[in-house]
């Protein structure tokens, strides 16, 4: 009876998994030579995480917890945060190091990535951008924007933030892209202080009643 895996040495393997991924990329990810430059036996990854696919979807998941700790962490020493100054701090966080660059680029390289290619589900690839577009959200409906303006927001906002970045790795233009990201979030915060203003407005007093007519003959 083959023993289960140990689940302390799978959390440490599957960050060393996402380190290399991240550094490697998806596209020609393969098993052999990644447990060689982790230092454990194609067996040992196979023990531990199953397929190749299996470990992909593993890795992903992991790099987008990692991320979540990160904003958790922001949040909790300031639950209040906009979603505009979080976005700020994303941007920050990303130019940082260039480890975490890498960890970002993982999830858009996979959300890109054709299934053959990568070996990547459909639906692991849609959540790459489904389950941050889907917090945006959240947090827009919290800050006064409708359900249906929010959606339409955190399309675009997404949308912009994972341009900016894809422009980042193409091009390294810090500096112009800064400014750009500046933009964008302006123009979200007046979205957002623009819904708090309607829901502030006093409703319109309702018309009087008409005046009472003199009775017929009176």
Known sequence: MARPPDPVRRQELLDQVVAYLADHGLADASLRPMAKALGVSLNGLVHHF???????????ARANELQQLEADGWLACNPVLSQADLLRKWWRWINAEPEHLALVRLGLEAAALDATAGGVPGYVRAEQVGLWRLDIEERLVDEGLSPGAAQVEASLVKAMFTGLVVDLIATGNRRRLTRALREGLHRLEAVAAAARAADAEPAPAPPPAPAPTAAAGA
């Open 50 to 60: 199953g397929t190749k696919t299996e470990l992909i979807v593993a890795a992903l």
